[in-house]
Protein backbone atom coordinates (compact mmCIF):
# COMPACT_ATOMS: atom_id res chain seq x y z
CA UNK A 1 0.00 0.00 0.00
CA UNK A 2 2.43 2.57 0.87
CA UNK A 3 4.48 2.07 -2.60
CA UNK A 4 1.30 3.14 -4.05
CA UNK A 5 0.51 5.71 -1.75
CA UNK A 6 4.19 7.21 -2.54
CA UNK A 7 3.12 6.81 -6.44
CA UNK A 8 -0.22 8.40 -6.35
CA UNK A 9 1.06 11.37 -4.08
CA UNK A 10 4.47 11.71 -6.79
CA UNK A 11 1.26 11.65 -9.44
CA UNK A 12 -0.85 14.43 -7.44
CA UNK A 13 2.42 17.15 -6.66
CA UNK A 14 3.92 16.77 -10.44
CA UNK A 15 0.03 17.38 -11.80
CA UNK A 16 -0.09 20.28 -8.81
CA UNK A 17 3.51 21.42 -10.48
CA UNK A 18 2.24 21.65 -14.17
CA UNK A 19 -0.94 22.85 -13.22
CA UNK A 20 0.75 25.92 -11.55
CA UNK A 21 3.16 26.00 -14.10
CA UNK A 22 0.27 26.44 -16.54
CA UNK A 23 -1.38 28.83 -14.75
CA UNK A 24 1.89 31.08 -14.49
CA UNK A 25 2.04 30.94 -18.27
CA UNK A 26 -1.43 31.73 -18.91
CA UNK A 27 -0.89 35.01 -16.35
CA UNK A 28 2.44 35.83 -18.36
CA UNK A 29 0.51 35.66 -21.54
CA UNK A 30 -2.60 37.19 -20.47
CA UNK A 31 -0.29 39.77 -19.07
CA UNK A 32 1.17 40.41 -22.51
CA UNK A 33 -1.94 41.16 -23.91
CA UNK A 34 -2.69 43.60 -21.55
CA UNK A 35 0.79 45.10 -21.50
CA UNK A 36 0.20 45.04 -25.10
CA UNK A 37 -3.28 46.83 -25.26
CA UNK A 38 -2.36 49.38 -22.78
CA UNK A 39 1.11 50.45 -24.32
CA UNK A 40 1.56 49.53 -27.92
CA UNK A 41 -1.71 49.06 -29.52
CA UNK A 42 -2.40 52.72 -30.14
CA UNK A 43 0.44 52.98 -32.84
CA UNK A 44 1.05 48.75 -33.35
CA UNK A 45 -1.26 46.18 -34.69
CA UNK A 46 0.08 42.77 -34.26
CA UNK A 47 -0.71 41.36 -37.94
CA UNK A 48 -0.90 44.49 -39.81
CA UNK A 49 1.33 47.57 -40.50
CA UNK A 50 -0.53 50.73 -38.50
CA UNK A 51 0.73 54.01 -37.39
CA UNK A 52 4.01 51.39 -36.89
CA UNK A 53 4.83 48.65 -38.46
CA UNK A 54 3.14 45.12 -37.48
CA UNK A 55 5.19 43.38 -34.83
CA UNK A 56 4.77 39.82 -35.44
CA UNK A 57 7.84 38.62 -37.33
CA UNK A 58 9.70 40.79 -35.77
CA UNK A 59 12.93 38.26 -34.47
CA UNK A 60 13.33 37.63 -38.04
CA UNK A 61 13.56 41.57 -39.01
CA UNK A 62 15.66 43.18 -36.48
CA UNK A 63 19.38 42.76 -35.70
CA UNK A 64 20.10 39.70 -33.41
CA UNK A 65 21.06 40.09 -29.61
CA UNK A 66 19.18 42.95 -27.06
CA UNK A 67 18.47 45.55 -30.02
CA UNK A 68 14.97 45.20 -29.06
CA UNK A 69 15.43 46.06 -25.53
CA UNK A 70 17.93 48.86 -26.40
CA UNK A 71 15.42 50.22 -28.77
CA UNK A 72 12.29 50.62 -26.16
CA UNK A 73 14.43 51.99 -23.88
CA UNK A 74 15.15 55.19 -26.32
CA UNK A 75 14.44 54.85 -29.77
CA UNK A 76 15.61 58.40 -30.26
CA UNK A 77 19.13 57.38 -29.05
CA UNK A 78 18.76 54.16 -31.65
CA UNK A 79 17.94 56.54 -34.29
CA UNK A 80 21.14 58.82 -33.87
CA UNK A 81 23.55 55.69 -33.77
CA UNK A 82 22.16 52.72 -35.13
CA UNK A 83 21.69 51.86 -39.17
CA UNK A 84 18.92 49.50 -38.57
CA UNK A 85 16.67 51.77 -36.84
CA UNK A 86 17.96 54.76 -38.86
CA UNK A 87 16.36 52.64 -41.96
CA UNK A 88 13.00 51.84 -39.65
CA UNK A 89 12.80 56.01 -39.00
CA UNK A 90 13.54 56.53 -42.71
CA UNK A 91 10.52 54.31 -43.32
CA UNK A 92 8.05 55.39 -40.44
CA UNK A 93 8.99 58.67 -39.41
CA UNK A 94 8.96 61.51 -38.97
CA UNK A 95 7.19 60.67 -35.66
CA UNK A 96 9.99 58.87 -33.33
CA UNK A 97 8.21 55.58 -30.91
CA UNK A 98 8.03 56.65 -27.81
CA UNK A 99 10.04 55.12 -24.98
CA UNK A 100 9.50 53.29 -22.67
CA UNK A 101 12.81 53.70 -20.84
CA UNK A 102 11.30 52.46 -17.37
CA UNK A 103 10.05 49.31 -18.96
CA UNK A 104 11.41 46.34 -17.12
CA UNK A 105 12.97 43.19 -19.27
CA UNK A 106 10.46 40.73 -18.19
CA UNK A 107 7.27 42.65 -19.52
CA UNK A 108 8.92 43.26 -22.93
CA UNK A 109 9.43 39.94 -23.11
CA UNK A 110 5.82 39.10 -22.17
CA UNK A 111 4.78 41.27 -24.89
CA UNK A 112 6.90 39.84 -27.19
CA UNK A 113 5.43 36.46 -25.95
CA UNK A 114 2.13 37.87 -26.75
CA UNK A 115 2.88 38.81 -30.42
CA UNK A 116 4.23 35.76 -31.32
CA UNK A 117 1.77 33.56 -30.30
CA UNK A 118 -1.37 35.72 -31.61
CA UNK A 119 -3.71 34.26 -33.95
CA UNK A 120 -6.38 37.00 -35.74
CA UNK A 121 -9.68 35.88 -33.95
CA UNK A 122 -11.93 34.47 -37.09
CA UNK A 123 -11.96 36.07 -39.89
CA UNK A 124 -13.86 38.86 -39.75
CA UNK A 125 -15.88 39.34 -42.49
CA UNK A 126 -19.71 38.76 -41.44
CA UNK A 127 -20.48 34.93 -41.92
CA UNK A 128 -23.34 37.20 -41.27
CA UNK A 129 -26.18 36.52 -38.72
CA UNK A 130 -29.34 35.02 -40.03
CA UNK A 131 -31.67 37.50 -40.76
CA UNK A 132 -34.69 37.61 -38.10
CA UNK A 133 -37.69 35.68 -39.44
CA UNK A 134 -39.67 38.37 -40.51
CA UNK A 135 -42.84 38.71 -38.99
CA UNK A 136 -45.22 36.77 -41.00
CA UNK A 137 -48.66 37.41 -39.35
CA UNK A 138 -49.68 39.43 -41.59
CA UNK A 139 -49.60 37.21 -44.55
CA UNK A 140 -50.98 34.11 -42.78
CA UNK A 141 -54.20 36.56 -41.65
CA UNK A 142 -54.41 37.48 -45.19
CA UNK A 143 -54.11 33.96 -46.53
CA UNK A 144 -57.10 32.83 -44.21
CA UNK A 145 -59.47 35.89 -44.91
CA UNK A 146 -58.78 34.82 -48.49
CA UNK A 147 -59.58 30.87 -48.14
CA UNK A 148 -62.62 32.18 -45.94
CA UNK A 149 -64.36 34.52 -48.36
CA UNK A 150 -63.38 31.63 -51.38
CA UNK A 151 -65.26 29.31 -49.22
CA UNK A 152 -68.47 31.79 -48.18
CA UNK A 153 -68.43 32.03 -52.16
CA UNK A 154 -68.88 28.37 -52.62
CA UNK A 155 -71.01 27.97 -50.03
CA UNK A 156 -73.41 30.88 -51.63
CA UNK A 157 -73.17 29.10 -55.13
CA UNK A 158 -73.67 25.80 -53.55
CA UNK A 159 -76.66 27.35 -51.72
CA UNK A 160 -78.64 29.36 -54.86
CA UNK A 161 -77.97 25.47 -56.67
CA UNK A 162 -79.52 23.63 -54.17
CA UNK A 163 -82.30 26.08 -54.12
CA UNK A 164 -82.83 25.50 -57.42
CA UNK A 165 -83.09 22.02 -57.54
CA UNK A 166 -85.75 21.67 -54.85
CA UNK A 167 -87.38 24.50 -57.04
CA UNK A 168 -87.69 22.11 -59.66
CA UNK A 169 -88.61 19.41 -56.72
CA UNK A 170 -91.47 21.30 -56.03
CA UNK A 171 -92.49 22.96 -59.34
CA UNK A 172 -91.57 26.38 -57.98
CA UNK A 173 -91.18 28.51 -61.06
CA UNK A 174 -88.96 31.10 -60.45
CA UNK A 175 -87.21 33.67 -63.02
CA UNK A 176 -83.10 32.85 -64.46
CA UNK A 177 -81.63 33.53 -61.66
CA UNK A 178 -78.81 36.70 -62.24
CA UNK A 179 -74.74 35.58 -62.52
CA UNK A 180 -73.24 36.91 -59.69
CA UNK A 181 -71.20 39.69 -61.01
CA UNK A 182 -74.77 40.80 -62.30
CA UNK A 183 -76.04 40.41 -58.84
CA UNK A 184 -76.83 43.79 -57.45
CA UNK A 185 -75.92 43.27 -53.64
CA UNK A 186 -72.55 41.85 -54.73
CA UNK A 187 -71.93 44.81 -56.78
CA UNK A 188 -73.09 47.40 -54.10
CA UNK A 189 -70.60 45.58 -51.34
CA UNK A 190 -67.73 45.64 -54.13
CA UNK A 191 -68.32 49.56 -55.04
CA UNK A 192 -68.87 50.09 -50.75
CA UNK A 193 -65.05 47.82 -50.34
CA UNK A 194 -63.43 50.14 -53.24
CA UNK A 195 -64.56 52.91 -52.04
CA UNK A 196 -63.29 52.48 -48.18
CA UNK A 197 -60.59 51.45 -50.15
CA UNK A 198 -60.01 53.58 -52.10
CA UNK A 199 -60.98 56.59 -49.54
CA UNK A 200 -58.15 55.72 -47.02
CA UNK A 201 -55.56 55.75 -50.03
CA UNK A 202 -56.53 59.23 -51.08
CA UNK A 203 -57.06 61.03 -47.86
CA UNK A 204 -53.64 59.49 -46.77
CA UNK A 205 -51.73 60.49 -49.69
CA UNK A 206 -53.38 64.07 -49.41
CA UNK A 207 -52.40 64.51 -45.82
CA UNK A 208 -48.71 63.06 -46.78
CA UNK A 209 -48.73 65.98 -49.20
CA UNK A 210 -45.52 68.08 -48.24
CA UNK A 211 -44.34 65.70 -45.18
CA UNK A 212 -41.89 63.44 -47.16
CA UNK A 213 -41.80 60.73 -44.21
CA UNK A 214 -39.42 57.96 -44.79
CA UNK A 215 -37.23 60.43 -47.08
CA UNK A 216 -34.14 58.65 -48.07
CA UNK A 217 -32.31 60.33 -51.29
CA UNK A 218 -29.02 59.31 -53.01
CA UNK A 219 -26.38 61.52 -51.18
CA UNK A 220 -23.33 62.05 -53.19
CA UNK A 221 -20.78 60.22 -50.80
CA UNK A 222 -22.19 56.69 -49.29
CA UNK A 223 -22.43 57.98 -45.30
CA UNK A 224 -22.98 55.49 -43.01
CA UNK A 225 -24.66 57.17 -39.68
CA UNK A 226 -24.39 52.92 -38.66
CA UNK A 227 -20.75 53.05 -38.86
CA UNK A 228 -19.91 56.29 -37.48
CA UNK A 229 -22.31 56.99 -34.76
CA UNK A 230 -23.20 53.24 -33.85
CA UNK A 231 -20.38 51.02 -34.27
CA UNK A 232 -17.63 53.35 -33.61
CA UNK A 233 -19.70 55.51 -30.96
CA UNK A 234 -18.81 58.87 -32.08
CA UNK A 235 -21.03 61.51 -30.68
CA UNK A 236 -23.89 62.78 -32.77
CA UNK A 237 -22.56 66.31 -31.71
CA UNK A 238 -19.24 66.00 -32.70
CA UNK A 239 -19.96 66.20 -36.19
CA UNK A 240 -23.25 68.35 -35.67
CA UNK A 241 -22.19 70.65 -33.05
CA UNK A 242 -24.27 73.58 -34.32
CA UNK A 243 -26.94 71.74 -32.46
CA UNK A 244 -26.01 72.64 -29.48
CA UNK A 245 -25.74 76.70 -30.18
CA UNK A 246 -27.95 77.32 -32.79
CA UNK A 247 -31.27 76.62 -35.01
CA UNK A 248 -29.01 74.18 -37.37
CA UNK A 249 -27.60 71.40 -36.15
CA UNK A 250 -25.34 72.04 -39.07
CA UNK A 251 -23.88 69.32 -41.54
CA UNK A 252 -20.09 69.20 -40.60
CA UNK A 253 -17.60 70.95 -43.25
CA UNK A 254 -15.15 68.63 -45.06
CA UNK A 255 -11.98 69.37 -42.73
CA UNK A 256 -14.46 68.04 -39.80
CA UNK A 257 -14.20 64.53 -41.92
CA UNK A 258 -11.07 64.91 -42.21
CA UNK A 259 -10.09 64.83 -38.52
CA UNK A 260 -10.32 61.33 -38.66
CA UNK A 261 -10.05 60.34 -42.50
CA UNK A 262 -6.73 61.64 -42.42
CA UNK A 263 -5.84 58.23 -41.29
CA UNK A 264 -9.11 56.37 -41.05
CA UNK A 265 -8.21 55.42 -45.62
CA UNK A 266 -9.92 52.04 -45.69
CA UNK A 267 -13.21 50.64 -44.82
CA UNK A 268 -12.66 47.23 -43.65
CA UNK A 269 -15.66 46.87 -41.13
CA UNK A 270 -18.87 44.74 -42.49
CA UNK A 271 -20.36 44.74 -45.39
CA UNK A 272 -22.21 47.80 -46.95
CA UNK A 273 -25.29 47.04 -48.94
CA UNK A 274 -27.66 49.17 -50.21
CA UNK A 275 -31.27 49.15 -49.80
CA UNK A 276 -31.76 47.31 -53.22
CA UNK A 277 -29.12 45.16 -52.82
CA UNK A 278 -26.06 46.64 -54.30
CA UNK A 279 -22.62 46.38 -52.44
CA UNK A 280 -21.01 50.09 -51.36
CA UNK A 281 -17.25 49.67 -51.55
CA UNK A 282 -16.30 51.73 -48.36
CA UNK A 283 -12.99 52.53 -49.59
CA UNK A 284 -13.99 54.01 -52.72
CA UNK A 285 -16.27 56.44 -50.54
CA UNK A 286 -13.50 57.53 -48.56
CA UNK A 287 -11.70 58.64 -52.10
CA UNK A 288 -14.44 60.20 -52.63
CA UNK A 289 -14.28 62.37 -49.57
CA UNK A 290 -10.16 62.75 -50.44
CA UNK A 291 -11.65 64.31 -53.61
CA UNK A 292 -14.02 66.61 -51.89
CA UNK A 293 -11.45 67.70 -49.39
CA UNK A 294 -8.27 68.18 -52.47
CA UNK A 295 -6.47 65.86 -50.25
CA UNK A 296 -3.91 63.05 -51.68
CA UNK A 297 -3.37 60.37 -49.64
CA UNK A 298 0.38 59.30 -51.35
CA UNK A 299 1.08 63.47 -51.43
CA UNK A 300 2.20 65.47 -48.81
CA UNK A 301 6.18 66.02 -48.17
CA UNK A 302 6.05 62.20 -46.73
CA UNK A 303 3.98 60.83 -49.15
CA UNK A 304 1.79 59.66 -46.19
CA UNK A 305 -1.15 62.00 -47.24
CA UNK A 306 -1.35 65.59 -47.06
CA UNK A 307 -3.39 68.67 -48.99
CA UNK A 308 -3.21 69.25 -52.64
CA UNK A 309 -0.74 72.72 -52.91
CA UNK A 310 -3.08 75.64 -53.63
CA UNK A 311 -2.02 76.77 -57.20
CA UNK A 312 -5.01 78.74 -58.54
CA UNK A 313 -4.44 81.08 -55.50
CA UNK A 314 -8.36 80.67 -54.11
CA UNK A 315 -7.63 80.08 -50.19
CA UNK A 316 -8.23 76.14 -50.29
CA UNK A 317 -6.44 73.05 -51.92
CA UNK A 318 -7.00 72.37 -55.34
CA UNK A 319 -9.92 70.59 -55.91
CA UNK A 320 -11.51 71.19 -52.54
CA UNK A 321 -15.19 71.78 -52.59
CA UNK A 322 -17.90 71.65 -50.49
CA UNK A 323 -19.66 68.30 -50.24
CA UNK A 324 -23.12 68.81 -51.69
CA UNK A 325 -25.52 66.92 -49.44
CA UNK A 326 -29.32 66.78 -50.09
CA UNK A 327 -31.16 68.11 -47.04
CA UNK A 328 -33.50 65.41 -45.91
CA UNK A 329 -35.87 67.07 -43.33
CA UNK A 330 -37.27 70.51 -44.23
CA UNK A 331 -39.95 72.57 -42.67
CA UNK A 332 -41.93 75.34 -44.28
CA UNK A 333 -41.31 78.70 -44.15
CA UNK A 334 -43.54 79.60 -41.68
CA UNK A 335 -42.14 77.23 -39.09
CA UNK A 336 -39.69 78.50 -37.02
CA UNK A 337 -37.61 75.17 -35.16
CA UNK A 338 -34.47 76.11 -33.31
CA UNK A 339 -32.21 73.07 -32.36
CA UNK A 340 -30.42 74.24 -29.40
CA UNK A 341 -33.90 75.28 -27.60
CA UNK A 342 -34.17 71.29 -27.60
CA UNK A 343 -30.84 70.00 -27.23
CA UNK A 344 -29.58 72.47 -24.75
CA UNK A 345 -32.31 73.54 -23.07
CA UNK A 346 -34.79 70.73 -23.26
CA UNK A 347 -31.95 67.92 -23.33
CA UNK A 348 -33.97 65.77 -25.48
CA UNK A 349 -32.05 63.16 -27.41
CA UNK A 350 -31.39 63.25 -31.08
CA UNK A 351 -33.62 60.02 -31.28
CA UNK A 352 -36.65 61.65 -30.19
CA UNK A 353 -37.31 63.38 -33.56
CA UNK A 354 -34.44 61.43 -35.93
CA UNK A 355 -35.34 57.68 -34.87
CA UNK A 356 -32.34 55.35 -34.44
CA UNK A 357 -29.70 57.23 -36.83
CA UNK A 358 -27.00 55.29 -35.05
CA UNK A 359 -28.53 52.36 -36.34
CA UNK A 360 -29.28 53.52 -40.37
CA UNK A 361 -26.93 52.62 -42.97
CA UNK A 362 -28.90 55.59 -45.17
CA UNK A 363 -30.60 58.77 -42.77
CA UNK A 364 -33.99 58.68 -43.72
CA UNK A 365 -36.69 61.26 -42.25
CA UNK A 366 -38.26 58.90 -39.54
CA UNK A 367 -40.86 61.37 -38.03
CA UNK A 368 -43.82 63.30 -40.37
CA UNK A 369 -42.70 66.26 -38.64
CA UNK A 370 -46.16 67.14 -38.81
CA UNK A 371 -47.71 69.95 -36.47
CA UNK A 372 -49.79 67.58 -34.45
CA UNK A 373 -46.46 65.05 -34.39
CA UNK A 374 -45.04 68.40 -32.19
CA UNK A 375 -47.53 69.42 -30.83
CA UNK A 376 -48.10 66.41 -29.16
CA UNK A 377 -44.30 65.74 -27.84
CA UNK A 378 -45.28 69.45 -26.06
CA UNK A 379 -48.18 68.20 -24.63
CA UNK A 380 -46.66 65.19 -22.87
CA UNK A 381 -42.91 66.29 -22.36
CA UNK A 382 -42.20 67.28 -18.73
CA UNK A 383 -40.56 70.92 -18.24
CA UNK A 384 -37.70 70.77 -15.67
CA UNK A 385 -38.42 74.44 -13.61
CA UNK A 386 -36.25 73.19 -10.21
CA UNK A 387 -34.42 75.86 -9.00
CA UNK A 388 -31.80 73.22 -7.30
CA UNK A 389 -29.68 73.92 -10.04
CA UNK A 390 -30.59 71.20 -12.48
CA UNK A 391 -33.51 72.85 -13.75
CA UNK A 392 -33.78 75.37 -16.38
CA UNK A 393 -35.09 78.00 -13.23
CA UNK A 394 -37.13 79.60 -16.26
CA UNK A 395 -39.52 80.98 -13.38
CA UNK A 396 -37.02 81.76 -10.85
CA UNK A 397 -37.47 85.80 -11.52
CA UNK A 398 -41.25 85.37 -11.21
CA UNK A 399 -41.06 82.95 -7.93
CA UNK A 400 -38.78 85.79 -6.57
CA UNK A 401 -41.21 88.65 -7.66
CA UNK A 402 -44.19 86.34 -6.02
CA UNK A 403 -42.58 86.09 -3.03
CA UNK A 404 -41.42 89.88 -2.69
CA UNK A 405 -45.39 90.84 -3.03
CA UNK A 406 -46.41 88.67 -0.30
CA UNK A 407 -43.35 90.04 1.93
CA UNK A 408 -44.93 93.51 1.21
CA UNK A 409 -41.11 94.48 -0.74
CA UNK A 410 -42.74 95.30 -3.49
CA UNK A 411 -46.50 96.06 -4.50
CA UNK A 412 -46.72 95.05 -8.20
CA UNK A 413 -44.48 94.22 -11.15
CA UNK A 414 -44.22 96.24 -14.14
CA UNK A 415 -43.07 95.09 -17.60
CA UNK A 416 -40.02 96.48 -17.40
CA UNK A 417 -39.35 93.52 -14.41
CA UNK A 418 -40.37 91.40 -16.66
CA UNK A 419 -37.70 92.31 -19.26
CA UNK A 420 -40.10 94.88 -21.16
CA UNK A 421 -36.85 97.75 -21.67
CA UNK A 422 -34.50 95.25 -23.00
CA UNK A 423 -33.58 96.73 -26.58
CA UNK A 424 -34.71 93.33 -28.64
CA UNK A 425 -38.15 94.09 -27.26
CA UNK A 426 -38.61 96.61 -29.81
CA UNK A 427 -35.67 96.52 -32.11
CA UNK A 428 -35.49 93.38 -33.45
CA UNK B 1 -67.62 48.97 -67.31
CA UNK B 2 -67.72 52.32 -67.41
CA UNK B 3 -68.28 53.12 -64.03
CA UNK B 4 -65.53 50.00 -63.05
CA UNK B 5 -63.17 51.88 -64.56
CA UNK B 6 -63.65 55.02 -63.46
CA UNK B 7 -62.80 53.49 -59.96
CA UNK B 8 -60.56 51.60 -60.82
CA UNK B 9 -58.42 54.88 -62.28
CA UNK B 10 -59.44 56.83 -58.97
CA UNK B 11 -57.45 53.88 -56.87
CA UNK B 12 -54.66 53.65 -59.23
CA UNK B 13 -54.04 57.80 -58.66
CA UNK B 14 -54.25 57.29 -54.72
CA UNK B 15 -51.57 54.70 -54.87
CA UNK B 16 -49.26 56.06 -57.59
CA UNK B 17 -49.28 59.01 -55.28
CA UNK B 18 -47.12 57.60 -52.48
CA UNK B 19 -43.81 56.96 -54.60
CA UNK B 20 -40.57 55.95 -53.49
CA UNK B 21 -38.57 57.36 -51.02
CA UNK B 22 -35.68 58.66 -52.76
CA UNK B 23 -37.53 61.93 -54.08
CA UNK B 24 -39.09 63.91 -51.62
CA UNK B 25 -42.80 63.95 -52.90
CA UNK B 26 -44.82 66.93 -53.49
CA UNK B 27 -45.75 69.47 -51.96
CA UNK B 28 -49.26 71.67 -51.51
CA UNK B 29 -47.74 75.24 -51.75
CA UNK B 30 -44.32 74.99 -53.24
CA UNK B 31 -43.35 78.82 -52.10
CA UNK B 32 -43.96 78.15 -48.47
CA UNK B 33 -42.39 74.69 -48.43
CA UNK B 34 -39.20 76.19 -49.63
CA UNK B 35 -37.94 79.01 -48.31
CA UNK B 36 -37.36 82.10 -49.98
CA UNK B 37 -35.13 83.48 -47.31
CA UNK B 38 -31.69 82.53 -47.25
CA UNK B 39 -31.42 78.91 -45.48
CA UNK B 40 -27.87 76.52 -45.14
CA UNK B 41 -28.34 73.40 -47.13
CA UNK B 42 -31.34 74.28 -47.86
CA UNK B 43 -32.99 71.88 -50.93
CA UNK B 44 -33.75 74.50 -53.57
CA UNK B 45 -31.42 77.61 -53.97
CA UNK B 46 -33.47 80.10 -52.49
CA UNK B 47 -32.74 82.99 -54.64
CA UNK B 48 -35.16 81.52 -57.43
CA UNK B 49 -38.46 80.73 -57.16
CA UNK B 50 -38.58 76.52 -58.07
CA UNK B 51 -40.55 73.61 -56.80
CA UNK B 52 -38.30 71.41 -59.29
CA UNK B 53 -35.86 69.97 -57.14
CA UNK B 54 -33.51 68.87 -59.88
CA UNK B 55 -32.97 72.78 -60.38
CA UNK B 56 -30.75 73.41 -58.37
CA UNK B 57 -29.42 77.13 -59.59
CA UNK B 58 -26.73 79.08 -58.55
CA UNK B 59 -24.44 78.34 -55.57
CA UNK B 60 -25.91 76.94 -52.18
CA UNK B 61 -25.01 78.36 -49.07
CA UNK B 62 -22.03 76.30 -47.02
CA UNK B 63 -19.45 77.10 -44.02
CA UNK B 64 -17.43 76.04 -41.83
CA UNK B 65 -17.85 77.10 -38.00
CA UNK B 66 -14.33 78.94 -38.38
CA UNK B 67 -14.99 82.72 -37.18
CA UNK B 68 -14.51 85.42 -39.84
CA UNK B 69 -10.93 86.32 -39.36
CA UNK B 70 -10.09 89.24 -37.66
CA UNK B 71 -13.54 88.90 -35.42
CA UNK B 72 -13.67 87.53 -31.80
CA UNK B 73 -17.41 86.04 -30.59
CA UNK B 74 -18.58 87.76 -27.78
CA UNK B 75 -17.81 86.07 -24.60
CA UNK B 76 -14.39 84.21 -26.11
CA UNK B 77 -11.00 84.44 -25.78
CA UNK B 78 -8.69 86.52 -27.86
CA UNK B 79 -7.23 84.96 -30.79
CA UNK B 80 -3.73 82.86 -31.00
CA UNK B 81 -1.36 84.42 -32.70
CA UNK B 82 1.18 81.98 -33.00
CA UNK B 83 1.92 80.70 -36.50
CA UNK B 84 1.11 76.85 -37.13
CA UNK B 85 5.20 75.48 -37.41
CA UNK B 86 7.98 74.36 -35.55
CA UNK B 87 8.97 77.84 -34.24
CA UNK B 88 5.08 78.44 -33.02
CA UNK B 89 5.20 75.27 -31.35
CA UNK B 90 7.99 75.80 -29.48
CA UNK B 91 6.99 79.18 -28.57
CA UNK B 92 3.34 77.73 -27.16
CA UNK B 93 4.38 76.35 -24.12
CA UNK B 94 5.34 80.30 -23.11
CA UNK B 95 1.55 81.17 -23.46
CA UNK B 96 -0.22 80.51 -20.39
CA UNK B 97 -4.10 79.53 -19.83
CA UNK B 98 -5.84 82.09 -18.59
CA UNK B 99 -8.40 79.60 -17.22
CA UNK B 100 -6.82 79.49 -13.55
CA UNK B 101 -9.88 78.57 -11.34
CA UNK B 102 -12.91 76.86 -12.89
CA UNK B 103 -16.40 76.32 -11.36
CA UNK B 104 -17.93 73.01 -10.68
CA UNK B 105 -20.33 73.96 -13.73
CA UNK B 106 -17.74 74.59 -16.29
CA UNK B 107 -15.92 71.75 -15.29
CA UNK B 108 -18.60 69.58 -15.82
CA UNK B 109 -19.08 71.41 -19.41
CA UNK B 110 -15.42 70.75 -20.46
CA UNK B 111 -15.66 67.23 -19.26
CA UNK B 112 -19.22 67.18 -21.50
CA UNK B 113 -16.99 68.50 -24.41
CA UNK B 114 -14.08 66.23 -23.47
CA UNK B 115 -16.33 63.21 -23.82
CA UNK B 116 -17.83 64.65 -27.21
CA UNK B 117 -14.32 65.34 -29.03
CA UNK B 118 -11.89 63.94 -27.92
CA UNK B 119 -12.77 60.71 -25.53
CA UNK B 120 -13.56 59.25 -28.67
CA UNK B 121 -10.12 58.17 -29.46
CA UNK B 122 -8.27 59.75 -26.14
CA UNK B 123 -10.45 57.66 -23.96
CA UNK B 124 -12.84 58.74 -21.32
CA UNK B 125 -9.93 58.74 -18.92
CA UNK B 126 -7.59 59.80 -21.37
CA UNK B 127 -5.87 56.39 -21.85
CA UNK B 128 -5.69 56.34 -25.35
CA UNK B 129 -8.75 53.82 -25.39
CA UNK B 130 -11.67 55.39 -26.95
CA UNK B 131 -13.67 53.59 -29.66
CA UNK B 132 -11.97 54.91 -32.33
CA UNK B 133 -8.38 54.11 -31.08
CA UNK B 134 -7.66 51.38 -32.97
CA UNK B 135 -8.57 52.53 -36.24
CA UNK B 136 -7.13 56.20 -35.99
CA UNK B 137 -3.84 54.81 -34.55
CA UNK B 138 -0.97 56.83 -33.17
CA UNK B 139 -3.15 58.20 -29.87
CA UNK B 140 -1.10 59.59 -27.00
CA UNK B 141 -1.90 58.48 -23.02
CA UNK B 142 -2.57 61.90 -22.11
CA UNK B 143 -1.77 60.40 -18.76
CA UNK B 144 1.67 59.67 -19.53
CA UNK B 145 4.57 61.31 -18.28
CA UNK B 146 5.58 63.50 -21.14
CA UNK B 147 1.90 65.00 -21.06
CA UNK B 148 1.72 65.75 -17.74
CA UNK B 149 4.81 67.95 -18.24
CA UNK B 150 3.38 69.40 -21.58
CA UNK B 151 2.57 72.97 -20.79
CA UNK B 152 -1.42 74.09 -21.45
CA UNK B 153 -0.29 76.37 -24.31
CA UNK B 154 1.77 73.56 -25.98
CA UNK B 155 -1.93 71.26 -25.78
CA UNK B 156 -3.64 74.79 -26.77
CA UNK B 157 -1.47 74.76 -29.91
CA UNK B 158 -1.77 71.01 -30.73
CA UNK B 159 -5.42 71.21 -30.57
CA UNK B 160 -5.83 74.24 -32.73
CA UNK B 161 -3.79 73.11 -35.40
CA UNK B 162 -3.44 69.33 -34.67
CA UNK B 163 -0.52 67.23 -34.77
CA UNK B 164 0.42 63.82 -36.35
CA UNK B 165 -2.91 62.55 -36.87
CA UNK B 166 -4.38 64.32 -35.18
CA UNK B 167 -6.65 66.81 -36.90
CA UNK B 168 -7.42 71.00 -35.98
CA UNK B 169 -10.39 71.18 -33.62
CA UNK B 170 -10.54 75.30 -34.39
CA UNK B 171 -13.82 75.01 -36.25
CA UNK B 172 -15.31 72.76 -33.63
CA UNK B 173 -14.49 74.56 -30.17
CA UNK B 174 -14.47 78.01 -29.58
CA UNK B 175 -10.78 79.08 -28.07
CA UNK B 176 -12.10 78.97 -24.08
CA UNK B 177 -13.87 75.47 -24.89
CA UNK B 178 -10.07 74.21 -25.52
CA UNK B 179 -8.65 75.98 -22.74
CA UNK B 180 -11.20 75.05 -20.43
CA UNK B 181 -10.73 71.08 -21.71
CA UNK B 182 -6.80 71.51 -21.26
CA UNK B 183 -7.71 72.60 -17.60
CA UNK B 184 -9.87 68.89 -17.01
CA UNK B 185 -7.74 66.68 -18.88
CA UNK B 186 -5.16 67.67 -16.03
CA UNK B 187 -7.90 66.58 -13.60
CA UNK B 188 -7.63 62.59 -15.35
CA UNK B 189 -4.25 63.45 -15.20
CA UNK B 190 -4.39 62.88 -11.31
CA UNK B 191 -4.44 66.41 -10.18
CA UNK B 192 0.20 66.88 -11.17
CA UNK B 193 0.71 70.26 -11.73
CA UNK B 194 1.87 71.03 -15.08
CA UNK B 195 5.16 73.02 -15.92
CA UNK B 196 3.27 76.28 -17.32
CA UNK B 197 4.96 79.45 -18.54
CA UNK B 198 8.33 79.97 -19.68
CA UNK B 199 9.91 77.26 -17.05
CA UNK B 200 7.49 74.47 -19.45
CA UNK B 201 9.31 71.85 -21.05
CA UNK B 202 7.97 70.81 -24.57
CA UNK B 203 7.14 67.24 -24.95
CA UNK B 204 10.25 65.30 -25.58
CA UNK B 205 9.33 62.00 -26.86
CA UNK B 206 6.53 63.32 -29.25
CA UNK B 207 7.78 65.77 -31.18
CA UNK B 208 9.80 65.14 -33.95
CA UNK B 209 10.87 68.64 -34.60
CA UNK B 210 12.84 67.91 -31.11
CA UNK B 211 12.08 70.57 -29.38
CA UNK B 212 14.72 72.15 -26.60
CA UNK B 213 13.90 73.61 -23.31
CA UNK B 214 13.30 77.22 -23.90
Known sequence: ?428 | MYKFSAIAIIVLIAFSSCGDNRTPGRVYAPDMAYSRTYEAYDLLDSTKFTGDVLDKGGDKIYFNAQPVPGTIKRGDEFPYTLPHDSVGYKLSASVANPFVGMSSVEMMEAARLYNINCGVCHGEKGKANGPMSGKVGGIVDLTLPAYVTMADGTMFHSITYGKNNMGSYASQLTRKQRWQIIKYVRTLQGGVKPATDSTAKAAPAVDSATTTKN
Open chain 1, 1 to 428: MSRYRKIVSKLVASLLLTAVFSINNNVLAADGEALFKANCASCHKVDKDFTGPALQGWKDRVPEGDWIYQWMASPAKMIDTDPYSQELFKKWGPTKMTAFASMPKEEIDAIFKYVDEYKPAGSGDGSAVAAPAEDQSTLWYGILTLIFALIGFVLLQVNSNLRKLSDEKEGIKRGEPVPFYRNKTYLMTAILVLFAIGGYWTINGAIGLGRHQNYEPVQPIFYSHKVHAGINQISCLYCHGGAQDSKHAGIPSVNVCMNCHMAVKEYTGEKLVRPDGTEVNGTAEIQKLYSYAGWDPNGGPEGKGGYNPDKNGDGVPDGARPIEWVKIHNLPDHVYFNHSQHVKVGKQQCQTCHGNIQDMAEVKQFADLSMGWCINCHRQTKVDFNADGKGNRFYSIYEKFHQDMKNGKMDSVTVEHIGGTECQKCHY
